[in-house]
Structures are given as structure tokens and as C-alpha cells.
């Protein structure tokens, strides 16, 4: 009889948790309740700690970039110093201090926003250029695209009350129809995903490969 | 020049097109008419029935990313909320969420004037308290479901048995509402508040995700949704207390109808340089 290795015992834990948190969903028993409680406590802690060993990680990868000045090793140190100069300013001085407050209103915020915005840009372009009614599945697909968007411009509710029923028609009625398929779908793999990793079939979190 | 070099058009006029219309609003507020939509109008009915001292808990999960499309609608709710009789527990499962929680109660460039709260005469800790970040996701919205006092203390180290407010509000069995301003997990959130608990929610999303979750508005799952700047806008006139969604209406307005526009100009010069031969 061979030992337990680690990876048995993790399939193990995976297995009495993820049985125990189902199981205590359909049951009404104070002391089981409160241990389920703690477990799924315990996993947001678990979860805290993954951003230490995320940034540690990234720090490891990108100061052994720069000290061999290895490809792009320029934009090791942009990335060591957008990490670590928020975070040693935020452990030291609260995210409330000025200078925290200052790097997320004037850096961040405007990076992250244009990054998003820049889409504006490449929905017109693709509106312009991309957006024929060459064939009649395409005529419907555009038909439907422009109902919709003249239905969320507030402004065309004035100019024919139609737009904006018609336009909720299309998401309520076609639209829901179609992603109910897809969250149907979606729910069925995601049953079966969980089956495998809770019968120890699926090793994928253990970065090893199934079985 | 010709329909084929018109068709053709470097794209680099056409964001000029979008930079130039997007921008006239800024300078020259249109004030283009508007009314709100039946989602938004949900939204709203729901919280100004809830009887007073119900427990509203509300999710600071939206991101700087999104600007002011999920910024606003978390500053227009929260103004709400903070107007009826109601107690207020505001939590953070996003990382940016205390930072624009705090923007939110400051006023900010993509959050409009501060939240002002003297104004509604609220008493922190007795109406409304603030719990800070949870990290975690999904595990941590069964978790907090399960139970509020998970945290222990609130964003200022207070010890939540300190907090009368948290009196009323130990697990989700306690809340009348939840609200949730978010960019993702929205099914999670799904999952583990309304399908779980069945407890009432609304979400306040952006426009590029609004489609897929009509479906869960169509069984209950899912109370009402704030959709988009619009959702924002539509929900400040509702509490008439105009803000910068309601501000920013103009551009949604006239950026929405620049691109059906150049939907409908691309495709008329496409069939004329076909019925001319051009192709």
C-alpha cells in the first residue's frame, strides 16, 4: 500500500469541503451552518494572502529581467514601481493619505479611463466600415443593432415613441432568448467542472493534468 | 472624390468625427430631453417602498476603468438611500471600491458633486456604516451572506458591536435589499444573494454587459438594473437631484446617434459603389 502523496491529500480536502459546503446548503443545523461559515471565511483569508504571493511572484519575475537586462527590462522597472510605490505608501499611510489619494485620482484613474474609452473610437470605426448588410442575416443583425442603440439614446423617445418598446423588445424577447440558452449551457459545464474536480478528475487548480 | 475613397475613409477622421461631436456637449450643454426607462423606474419604485428602518446593503464593486458610467449610478443610489429612513450598510467586494467609495463622498471628476451628508442628516454607525474592501469574490458574497459581521470592524477599525447599526444586520436574512454597482460577477452575485436567499437586488452595470443579464431580470432573479450613464441620468431626474449622469446625457445622446448614423452612411455608400460598378 503506497503512502498519501500531497496531491491525494489535496484531492481529499477538495472532496470532504466542496461535498460538506453542499451538503450544509440544503440543511438547516446551527452548528453545521456556522462551520460552513467559517470554512468560506477562511477561503476569503486564503484569498487575501494570493495577493502576497501574486506580487511577490511579479516582483521575482521582473527583478531577475532587470538585473540581466533581459527583453524590455525598462518596463520591469515601470511595473516594479507602479506595484510597490502604492503599496508602500498605502501599508504606511492608509489609502486616505494625499499622495495615495493623488496617484489613483491622477495616474490610475486617467490611465484605466482612456484605456476603456479608446473603445468608443473603435466601435465608430466599425460602425463606418465593418457594419454591411451584404447578406439578409446581416441586414437583420444591423436592423436589430440600430434599434437597440437609437432605443438607449434617451433623445429618440421624443422623436417617435417606438424606439424605445421596440428597442426593449429585442432585449427582452430575442436577446433573452438567446442567452438563456447560453447560461443553460453555461450552468451544465460548469456542474460537470465541478463533479470532476470534486471526484478528484479534474486537476486543473493542482496544475497538474486531468485524468 | 470618389464614393470608393469616401467608403474608405481613414479612421483617423472618423474619431476625429467622434473627439469633435463627443466634446460640443461639454462646451455647450444641450440639455436634450429625457425619461426614465422602466428598469431604472423599477429601481426606484423599490427602494421608495421599503418601510422605514429596512436594512439596505449596497456594493461598492465598480472600477475606475468604467468612469463615470458606474460611478454615477453608485452616487445616485447611494443619495437615494440616504434620503428615506433606512439603515445603510455600504461594503466594498471590489478592489477600487473604497477608493471610489471615498470619491463618492468627496465629489470627484468622474463622480460628480460629494455626496453631501449633512444634507440628510445621517449619523454614521446609527444610519449608515461603511465596511471597507472583502476580498475574495464569490466565496466572499456567500460568506458575507452568511454572515455581515465577518469583518469584524468597519473601514475605521471600529469594532462592529460598537456600530448600533449592525444591530440590524447580522446575515442576509436581515436585509430588505441588496444592491450591488459592478463590471463582473454578476452571476455570482445572482447565485449567492437573490437564487440562494432570495433576497431582493438590483444591480447597477455597464451598457456592454446590460444583454446578458435580461435574462434574470425575466425570471425575478434579477429586481430592476441601472444600465449604463443613461441609468445613471435617468435615476438622478427620478430623485431630482441632477448630477453629472444627467450632465453627461448629451454626449450618450449624441455619440449613440453618430454611430447609427455611420452605420447608415457606410452601408449607403457601399450599395451606391456597387450599383456603380465599383466592386
Known amino acids: ?211 | 472624390m470618389t464614393l470608393r475613397k469616401i467608403e474608405r475613409l481613414d479612421p483617423r477622421y472618423l474619431f476625429l468625427i467622434l473627439l469633435v461631436v463627443a466634446s460640443i456637449p461639454m462646451i455647450i450643454p444641450l440639455g436634450l430631453p429625457m425619461k426614465a426607462g422602466a428598469l431604472t423606474e423599477k429601481a426606484y419604485l423599490i427602494i421608495e417602498s421599503l418601510p422605514p428602518e429596512s436594512v439596505v446593503v449596497i456594493d461598492a464593486c465598480m472600477s475606475a476603468g468604467y468612469g463615470p458610467e458606474l460611478q454615477t449610478q453608485f452616487v445616485a443610489l447611494l443619495r437615494h438611500l440616504l434620503s428615506r429612513p433606512l439603515k445603510v450598510v455600504i461594503v466594498s467586494f471590489g478592489t477600487e471600491g473604497p477608493m471610489l467609495f471615498d470619491m463618492a463622498l468627496k465629489g470627484g471628476l468622474i463622480s460628480g458633486p460629494k455626496v453631501d451628508l449633512e444634507k440628510y442628516g445621517k449619523v454614521y454607525g446609527v444610519d449608515w456604516v461603511y465596511l471597507g474592501y472583502i476580498p475574495g469574490g464569490e466565496t466572499a458574497f456567500a460568506s458575507f451572506a452568511r454572515d455581515s459581521w465577518m469583518t469584524k470592524v468597519d473601514d475605521e477599525n471600529t469594532p462592529l458591536d460598537e456600530l448600533p447599526i449592525m444591530q440590524y444586520c447580522k446575515n442576509i436574512d436581515d436585509w430588505s435589499l441588496s444592491i450591488t454597482v459592478t463590471g463582473g460577477s454578476f452571476e455570482q452575485y445572482i447565485a449567492q444573494w437573490s437564487a440562494a436567499y432570495g433576497t431582493t437586488l438590483i444591480m447597477g452595470v455597464p451598457g456592454v454587459s446590460a444583454p446578458r443579464l435580461f435574462p434574470y431580470v425575466a425570471t425575478g432573479q434579477l429586481a430592476a438594473m441601472l444600465v449604463s450613464l443613461r441609468g445613471a441620468g435617468e435615476y438622478e431626474l427620478l430623485i431630482k437631484q441632477p448630477g453629472l449622469g444627467a450632465q453627461l446625457m448629451d454626449i450618450l445622446n449624441l455619440t449613440q446617434l453618430l454611430i447609427v448614423l455611420s452605420v447608415i452612411i457606410g452601408n449607403i455608400l457601399y450599395f451606391a459603389g456597387r450599383l456603380g460598378g465599383q466592386k
Open chain 1, 1 to 211: 500500500m503506497r503512502a498519501l502523496s500531497l496531491r491525494d491529500i489535496a484531492i481529499m480536502i477538495t472532496f470532504v469541503l466542496g461535498f460538506f459546503i453542499i451538503f450544509e446548503y440544503f440543511v438547516k443545523w446551527p452548528e453545521v451552518n456556522t462551520m460552513a461559515s467559517n470554512i468560506t471565511q477562511a477561503c476569503t483569508v486564503i484569498a487575501g494572502l494570493a495577493t502576497i504571493v501574486g506580487v511577490g511572484n511579479l516582483t521575482r519575475i521582473h527583478i531577475r529581467n532587470l538585473t540581466r537586462r533581459g527583453p524590455n527590462y525598462l518596463h520591469s522597472i515601470v511595473l516594479l514601481c507602479a506595484i510597490w510605490i502604492p503599496l508602500v505608501i498605502g501599508i504606511m499611510y492608509t489609502r486616505k493619505t494625499p499622495s495615495y489619494v493623488y496617484l489613483y485620482n491622477n495616474v490610475y484613474g486617467p490611465i484605466s479611463n482612456a484605456f476603456f474609452a479608446v473603445l468608443a473610437f473603435y466601435i465608430l470605426s466599425g460602425a463606418y466600415r465593418a457594419f454591411r448588410a451584404r447578406t439578409f442575416d446581416s441586414f437583420i443583425l444591423m436592423l436589430a443593432a440600430i434599434l437597440v442603440f437609437l432605443g438607449n439614446a434617451p433623445v429618440t423617445g421624443n422623436l417617435w415613441a417606438g424606439f424605445d418598446p421596440l428597442g426593449s423588445w429585442i432585449l427582452n424577447v430575442p436577446n433573452t432568448a438567446g442567452y438563456r440558452g447560453v447560461i443553460i449551457g453555461t450552468a451544465i459545464g460548469q456542474t460537470v467542472l465541478a463533479v470532476r474536480v470534486l471526484l478528484g478528475r479534474e486537476l486543473g487548480y493542482l496544475a497538474q493534468k486531468r485524468e
